[in-house]
């Protein structure tokens, strides 16, 4: 998530103090990745630093306001403009954690894979709910509310993000039985090879060697 390119987005459409730059960040994206106070003015000084924004006066309660420059558009216009690199992924605790689960000691990792099951079903279902009052809202508003339109698209993503994680873990867990199946078949092979392998050699082996006695006259 770009904290930076969001604030420099809300500064485009006029200055705005700290505190205010957090709430509609929050309204826009419904609260799905809440800042803090702190991170905001972090970033706004980053953002200052570059040459991106600048200190704009007050308001009349007192609050130091921010506004965009050229730079600072320019920034933004080439964030709109290119795609979001994925040859870089951002590191997935789920899949980390499936991963170091394979061959953990004390570790089912099909408990694992069905306990995530539950919880990402669950967080679809609450997102689904979710998206169903965001279109009321948007319905209501005629989508003239950019944070109710800009809302419902962001539950649509993690909808479809749940709903691609589900499938992962179906697919994990296909995969988990078929190697299963894959191993026990190899195991009971190479016992059936072994077993005819002694029996065969014990075909072939010669009599054994019988020492005969000696009489003596």
Partial sequence: MSIRHGLLALLERGPRYGSQLRTEFESRTGSTWPLNVGQVYTTLSRLERDGMVVQDGED???HALYAITDRGRAELRSWFENPVDRTSPARDELAIKLAMAVGASGVDIRDV???QRRHTVKAMQDYTRLKAQAITAVEKSGARERDEVAWLLV???LIFQ???EARWLDHCESRLIRLSATAATAVTAAAAEG??????????APPPVTSARRTRR
Avoid: D, H, K, R
Wanted: hydrophobic share 35%; aromatic share 0%; glycine share 4%.
């Fill in 162 to 164: 749940t709903e691609a």
């Fill in 60 to 62: 009349e309660a007192g």
């Fill in 195 to 204: 077993t005819e392998l002694a029996e065969a050699t014990e075909a072939t």
């Fill in 155 to 157: 539950l649509e993503q």
């Fill in 113 to 115: 894979i069905q306990s």
